[in-house]
């Protein structure tokens, strides 16, 4: 399949997404069909996350929206005009790779987009209470060569 | 209904090359956000149904069901809602079909020049047969070129070979000749409206820009200035124009009322969110009152239950106003049966009262009575004896319980009174029928 069946779901979404910003979502970068970068934030309270901003990176392959976008968080320097760092969570790696199950193979649906992955990651972490990192943080970071969609991660935490 | 080999088998043919695609088409009217596929995010070309009623353009049905149909079994997930699906329906409802085809699209065309909006329906005809900008082979069929559908003329004979412009000198294909000679020859000349001097066509506009007979309007017409005058008296006007001066405050004001727009709408979102936190937690405590209540065995099951039922922050939004409507006629049902219990005892303390007072009326009643039987008694008494006197004594053979009275009993005048009675003797009502029957 050409990528011209992404292009255009991505350029709909697109002017949608610019038409009606959710709450607390932000495009940085959209100026290719193939990588986004948004910006989100969480609106709670929630004090793990309160006044922080997270960049997010999608890569969308040719068969979007069959195939599920790359995501994960990416860091700023704190020098840089926008600093981002990566929030806590029990299910986000400290090199940026979350383990959720609608980004993957099985848990994804095309009828989702780039709007409604974004609101579940803000839920994800509005819900969340624990400040730390998954098990097996250090090791997954250090060792980790492979792409994010080669990753076979088990979803076997329905709490968070 | 086709299962889902028979649907994957029926050949997608429908992207050759002459085809319009319709997902790239620019759609000009606004259409309902429900017509559209929510996998491509167009309005549904060529619909099909599942069993859990969503609707998706048959070909993007076909590259999901591709993707995500388990290998052993012959299902596959709704993408919109999972339901295990293995039919597929060709029918949806025609209303559907309708709708989507009459939202107005504009021509793919349009680059080349052609300005119709058509409903969706009906552009695969218009690109075919009706739009002038199509190319369409040169009906001389040496030539091997193309020639837009509105050149074909009347005489149909080639048109592509290459003429002279008589004013720039360049070289213009026929087909292209009359459009080129009335506006595109950079050789034209125009005049100004402002000034009235004739200029080339192509620096009308930069003349205009700077023509200084051109009518323009003061530059501070969007604070309400209604000032037009030619551009070379607006330097004078703009120096008295008091609107001018004041524009720079119009700005700042306006900046400030967009910058506390903004804040109110944030602060309005973060509102919405609080609330929600406030109904979620009111939720958890209604939760974990009722499982202290039941002073729950397995308590940790229960946490986690009402863990569940607080994250689902629509359901429990409605529980809590279940609870509190329940709470509420709680409390009234607590009311009226504290107003029964007083409109009871004061009920029962009137009817005591009243009791009372009759009882003691009773009792004087009965003392009443009972001094009149004295009195009638005393009053009789004289009489028996003066009725017995007068009928002599007489044996008496009764029974041994009368023996002992000396005095036999009488049939007296009345037959009514007691029987032989001694002036010592308690009247005793009862031996009056027993004497009666001894008659």
Redesign the interface.
Known sequence: ?SR??AN??LS??LI?IKDHVP?GIAVVKSDSLEEWQMDIKV???NPLYKDQTYRLKFTFSA?Y???PPEVQFITLPPSSETPRAIPMHPHIYSNGIICLDLLGQSGW???Q?VESVCMSLQSMLT?NTKDERPPGDHEFVMHNRRRIRDINFVYEDD?V | MMDLQEFLALDADCDTEDQVDLRALEFVSSYDSHLMCPICHCPFVQPVRLQCDHVFCEKCLRSAITTFRSAESDEFPCPSCRTPTSQVSMSVPRLLINMCDEIQVRCPLAGEGCQELIPRGHIQAHVDKYCGYQLVPCPDESCDKKTRRKDLQAENRCRHSYCRCSRCEEDVMEQDYEEHDKELCPSLETTCTGCGTSVLQRTLETHIEACPEVVSSCAASKYGCPTKIRRAEIATHEQQCPLVAIGPYFEAQNTRLNSLELTMRHLQQRNEIFEDGMANIRTTLVESSRIGDRNGTDFADETEESADRTSNVFSSNATTYLLSLHESLREEVSQMSHALTDLDARASMTIMNECLRIKEDMAHTNAAVNSIRMQVQWLMNPRLHNGTRAGGVRPNASTGNESRSQLASAPGPGNVAGPSLGPLRPRRPSDSGREGTKL
């Open positions: 399949m011209s069946f255009k779901r709909k979404e949608k709450p609106l709670d309270d068969k929206p069959i195939e649906s095309p009828v987009t819900a709490n």
